[in-house]
């Protein structure tokens, strides 16, 4: 919701035509009630329905004691469409009505599209059914049996949510579960968490969770819990290294999502999820989280939850998809260096890659998502590393040579410390050198050994060759 001040200075400007507005406004359930002196302008507001302040959009309706207000009937919409490549011969009224009947209800027009300011872009208003998709081309037929095709854009569409409906089922001081109707046929239950700092009360929240569970027989429909749990599954989503084994609020809170059939959502971004925001002591957990059950996986596969920066908060918010594009597969196999686990941040490149993807592998589709991550990240450690390894190999030995000759001449301490890391550096590079240069051996005779190929033949005149050196010495 837009702050008091750009509500006031927007709705002045819009509505107050030399009387002023008396704005208040009610945070608590979201509605800004105006006094709006002119009569003649506040039944133009109201005729309208709907306005703008920045992004948000308002419905307007008369005040009433009950403060009750109806919902956005979206089947009728007033709106503006852009007629593109509309015949001058259909300019007139009924010309514009008949175009415009086929995208909604025509209203009106104005001066623009009347007095032929453009001859290829005629402007009406309609009522349209945003419950149904906007044609973006219509067609005209005329009766010699001519089409017309006519091309509609709209200026301004408001926003429209999926939600039919949603229902709260259950509340506590730590949880809130709703029932989420989107459309006429998909239905799940949405439950937010908001768990206490204190281990006493967590308990009571799991015990709750197990009630809801049984109550409203949640093993049978898409169910999602999401929130701040204040506790951690395991020891490895704490950053502080000294915390490394179990501890009785851990041990509860696994076996409670255990016994509701919870498990993490697939997910996107930082593995920690909170900080204290002391730099002189700093702290990380993973305390927020979304978390799901089978039946979900089932209606909504590729559902994916993204935690993103906390800005001003000390908590990462998240954000659920429930149809993103899962990564198609590219045009060439990845292959997997053998030498890259001699690097010794390629533990930690896996492990985070793994983390950062999210989730638990719990089918092939998951698992393919967690590999792609690696993968990309592992191509990078090649790329920043052993990438055209021969002419590392040889750059690194024209300098060991360099610093070598260096030493012979001035034999410092210095020189020979440079000498000894070159030297280490130059027999790494090697060891990865070779260690390529094997495992392509490998994928070459396997790709062509058994094709009879000149590679095949050149590999048996070698193996003969070497016999036929050894027959004497073994006879």
């Known amino acids: 919701m837009p702050s008091y001040q750009a509500i006031q200075s927007v709705l002045?400007?819009?509505?107050?035509?030399?009387?002023?507005?008396?704005?208040?406004?009610?945070?608590?359930?979201?509605?800004?009630?105006?006094?709006?002196?002119?009569?003649?302008?506040?039944?133009?507001?109201?005729?309208?329905?709907?306005?703008?302040?920045?992004?948000?959009?308002?419905?307007?309706?008369?005040?009433?004691?009950?403060?009750?207000?109806?919902?956005?009937?979206?089947?009728?919409?007033?709106?503006?469409?852009?007629?593109?490549?509309?015949?001058?011969?259909?300019?007139?009224?009924?010309?514009?009505?008949?175009?415009?009947?086929?995208?909604?209800?025509?209203?009106?027009?104005?001066?623009?599209?009347?007095?032929?300011?453009?001859?290829?872009?005629?402007?009406?208003k309609i009522e349209a059914d945003l419950t149904t998709r906007l044609p973006e081309l219509i067609e005209l037929k005329r009766t010699s049996g001519e089409i017309i095709p006519v091309t509609v854009e709209y200026p301004w569409i408001p926003p429209t949510c999926a939600f039919s409906s949603a229902a709260i089922l259950h509340q506590t001081s730590q949880s809130i579960t709703t029932e989420i109707l989107l459309g006429p046929t998909q239905r799940f239950i949405f439950t937010v968490v908001y768990a206490s700092n204190l281990s006493s009360e967590r308990s009571d929240l799991w015990v709750d969770l197990l009630d809801v569970h049984q109550s409203l027989s949640?093993?049978?429909?898409?169910?999602?819990?999401?929130?701040?749990?204040?506790?951690?599954?395991?020891?490895?989503?704490?950053?502080?290294?000294?915390?490394?084994?179990?501890?009785?609020?851990?041990?509860?809170?696994?076996?409670?999502?255990?016994?509701?059939?919870?498990?993490?959502?697939?997910?996107?971004?930082?593995?920690?999820?909170?900080?204290?925001?002391?730099?002189?002591?700093?702290?990380?957990?993973?305390?927020?989280?979304?978390?799901?059950?089978?039946?979900?996986?089932?209606?909504?596969?590729?559902?994916?939850?993204?935690?993103?920066?906390?800005?001003?908060?000390?908590?990462?918010?998240?954000?659920?998809?429930?149809?993103?594009n899962l990564p198609s597969p590219g045009t060439r196999p990845f292959k997997f260096n053998n030498y890259l686990t001699k690097h010794h941040l390629f533990y930690q490149t896996v492990n985070q890659a793994w983390n950062q993807a999210g989730g638990i592998a719990m089918d092939l589709s998951y698992l393919c998502v967690k590999l792609k991550k690696i993968k990309g990240d592992l191509k990078k450690l090649n790329r920043d590393n052993f990438s055209d390894i021969q002419t590392r190999v040889r750059e690194t030995n024209n300098l060991l040579q360099t610093v070598q000759v260096q030493v012979l001449n001035q034999p410092t301490e210095a020189n020979m410390r440079e000498e000894k890391k070159l030297l280490d550096r130059w027999?790494?590079?090697?060891?990865?050198?070779?260690?390529?240069?094997?495992?392509?051996?490998?994928?070459?005779?396997?790709?062509?050994?058994?094709?009879?190929?000149?590679?095949?033949?050149?590999?048996?005149?070698?193996?003969?060759?070497?016999?036929?050196?050894?027959?004497?010495?073994?006879?």
């Open 218 to 324: 949640l093993d049978a429909v898409p169910w999602i819990v999401g929130g701040d749990f204040n506790q951690i599954i395991h020891f490895s989503e704490h950053s502080n290294p000294a915390i490394n084994c179990f501890d009785p609020p851990m041990t509860e809170f696994r076996d409670a999502l255990s016994e509701l059939g919870l498990f993490d959502l697939r997910y996107n971004g930082p593995l920690f999820t909170w900080t204290n925001k002391c730099p002189s002591s700093p702290i990380a957990k993973k305390l927020d989280r979304c978390l799901v059950n089978h039946s979900w996986i089932s209606s909504y596969p590729h559902s994916l939850a993204s935690f993103i920066a906390p800005e001003i908060s000390d908590h990462s918010p998240s954000i659920i998809d429930l149809a993103v």
């Open 12 to 124: 002045n400007y819009l509505w107050e035509k030399g009387q002023k507005l008396d704005i208040r406004t009610n945070l608590q359930d979201r509605t800004i009630l105006v006094r709006i002196p002119n009569e003649f302008i506040r039944k133009k507001v109201l005729e309208k329905r709907l306005w703008y302040v920045g992004t948000a959009m308002f419905q307007v309706s008369r005040w009433t004691s009950s403060k009750t207000v109806d919902a956005i009937d979206f089947s009728s919409i007033p709106l503006w469409a852009h007629l593109k490549g509309l015949p001058l011969d259909l300019r007139s009224l009924e010309g514009l009505s008949f175009a415009s009947g086929l995208i909604g209800e025509p209203k009106e027009t104005y001066e623009f599209t009347r007095n032929l300011t453009d001859l290829n872009l005629a402007h009406v």
């Open 427 to 475: 027999e790494f590079l090697r060891m990865i050198e070779e260690s390529y240069f094997r495992q392509r051996s490998r994928i070459n005779w396997l790709r062509e050994g058994d094709l009879n190929t000149a590679f095949f033949h050149r590999l048996t005149q070698h193996c003969q060759i070497f016999l036929l050196l050894l027959w004497p010495v073994r006879r």
